[in-house]
C-alpha cells in the first residue's frame, strides 16, 4: 500500500489539555500529518465527525459524558473512520473497553506517549506516527460479514479433512491489525473437549498483550496464557507470545522464547512460530493467518501447506488489512480462504474428529 494523500488529517479525542497539545505536537512532527480538531469528549467526537471527515482518529478510552468505547460504537455505525485507540492505562477493566472498542471497528490500539523524560518516549510517539499513518490507508472499516458470502469461501461442508493426515497437535495463530475481535470470534467459536494446544502471535502494540488475554477470557472458557519459556504447552490451552520474544515450540512440546533479531520487522514474529512448529509437528498441525499488515507468516504457512499440514487464510471480505492473508492467498499457501465464523467451525470440526477417533 501507499499513502495516496499527501496529508492525512486528524481529530484527537482526549480529555487532557495538556496531552491534547502533546500528542498534536508529536503527529505534527511529521510533514504528512495534519491535526484538524481536538475534542475532550465522545459526544463532540460524535458531532466533529458528523460535520468535518477526519481520515483518522485517535481515541482515548476514558473519556467524561461519552467514553472512547461508546464514541467508538457511534462513529462506526454512522460515518465509519479508522479509528487508533491511544491509551496509557493497562488495568483489566480498562483494557475490556479498548478492545470491545476494537470489537466496535477501531483497527489499532497503541501506548499513549509520556513525557519527553520518560524512558519508552521516542518508542511510543514513533510507534504513535507510524500507526497513523498506516491506518490512513485503510479506507473501509468493515465488521465481520454475517450473512455475506464471496467466490473465495467455501462453505464448511466442503472441507475434506482426509487432506490433514494423522491428527492435529498444534494449531499456530498469526495475527496482526484488526486481529483481536478475529481471535475472539475464532476462539469463542471452540466449545467442546478440544484435545490440541493453540499457539497464537498476534502483533500488538508493547504494554497490551496482557490486556488482549484478560479480555479474551471473558468470552472464551479455554485456559489462555502469555506464554514463559521452559513450559509445556497442555492440550485445550492457548498460549499467546510476550511482548518483543518470538515465540517457538522445540521437542516435548516445550515454549522456546528467543530474543533473536525481528523478522518482517516484528517480534515477536508470525514466521518464527509457524517454522518452529513445522519442524517439531510436521504435518500433524493447522496454520491460521489472520488480517494483518505485511507479509508475515505467509511464506512458512506456504511450507506448512506443502508438509501436508492444513492451511487456511482470512478472506478479504472480513479482514481490516488483507496483507498476510493476502500474501498467503497470492503465495496459494492457504488450503482454505474462509471468514472468521468459518474459521471457527472448521476448527471445530477438526478437533471434534479427533476427540471422536481418540485422538489426543
Not at 460524535?46 to 482515548?60: A, Q, Y
Not at 490507508?137 to 464448511?156: A, C, D, F, G, Y
Not at 498476510?324 to 497470492?330: H, I, L, Q, T
Request: hydrophobic share 40%; glycine share 10%; charged share 25%.
Amino acid at each position: 500500500m501507499s499513502v495516496k494523500r499527501s496529508i492525512i488529517d486528524v481529530l484527537i479525542v482526549e480529555d487532557s489539555q495538556v496531552v491534547r497539545q502533546h500528542l498534536k505536537h508529536i503527529l505534527e512532527a511529521d510533514p504528512h500529518i495534519k491535526v484538524i480538531g481536538m475534542v475532550e469528549n465522545g459526544e463532540d467526537a460524535v458531532r466533529f465527525v458528523n460535520g468535518k471527515r477526519p481520515d483518522v482518529i485517535t481515541m482515548d478510552i476514558n473519556l467524561p459524558e461519552m467514553n472512547g468505547l461508546a464514541a467508538t460504537r457511534k462513529i462506526m455505525e454512522t460515518n465509519p473512520v479508522p479509528i487508533v485507540i491511544v491509551s496509557a492505562s493497562y488495568s483489566p477493566r480498562d483494557a475490556v473497553k479498548t478492545f470491545a472498542a476494537m470489537e466496535a471497528g477501531a483497527v489499532a490500539v497503541v501506548d499513549k506517549p509520556g513525557g519527553l523524560n520518560h524512558g519508552l518516549y521516542e518508542i511510543a510517539a514513533r510507534d504513535l506516527v507510524h500507526t497513523v499513518r498506516l491506518m490512513s490507508e485503510v479506507k473501509v472499516i468493515k465488521r465481520w460479514p454475517k450473512t455475506k458470502t464471496t467466490p473465495e469461501k467455501r462453505k464448511l461442508k466442503d472441507v475434506v479433512f482426509e487432506q490433514m493426515p494423522g491428527k492435529a497437535r498444534i494449531i499456530a495463530i498469526g495475527a496482526s491489525t484488526g486481529g483481536p475481535p478475529v481471535l475472539q470470534k475464532v476462539l469463542s467459536g471452540i466449545k467442546d473437549e478440544y484435545p490440541v494446544s493453540v499457539l497464537v502471535v498476534q502483533h500488538i502494540a508493547r504494554g497490551f498483550i496482557g490486556g488482549l488475554v484478560e479480555w479474551l477470557r471473558c468470552s472464551i472458557s479455554m485456559p489462555i496464557h502469555i506464554a514463559t519459556d521452559g513450559e509445556t504447552v497442555l492440550p485445550g490451552h492457548i498460549y499467546f507470545a510476550p511482548d518483543n520474544f518470538h515465540m517457538g515450540i522445540g521437542k516435548g512440546r516445550v515454549i522456546l522464547l528467543s530474543k533473536s533479531p525481528p523478522e518482517n520487522g516484528t517480534r515477536p514474529s508470525v514466521s518464527y512460530l509457524f517454522r518452529s512448529a513445522v519442524n517439531i509437528v510436521g504435518k500433524d498441525m493447522v496454520g491460521v493467518l489472520l488480517t494483518g499488515m505485511g507479509k508475515d507468516g505467509a511464506e512458512e504457512l506456504l511450507l506448512m501447506k506443502e508438509m501436508g499440514a492444513l492451511t487456511v487464510a482470512q478472506d478479504r471480505d472480513s479482514s481490516v488489512v488483507y496483507g498476510m492473508p493476502g500474501e498467503a492467498a497470492r503465495l496459494g499457501a492457504a488450503s482454505y480462504i474462509l471468514s472468521p465464523d468459518e474459521i471457527a467451525g472448521l476448527l471445530g470440526k477438526i478437533t471434534k474428529k479427533e476427540v471422536r477417533e481418540g485422538h489426543g
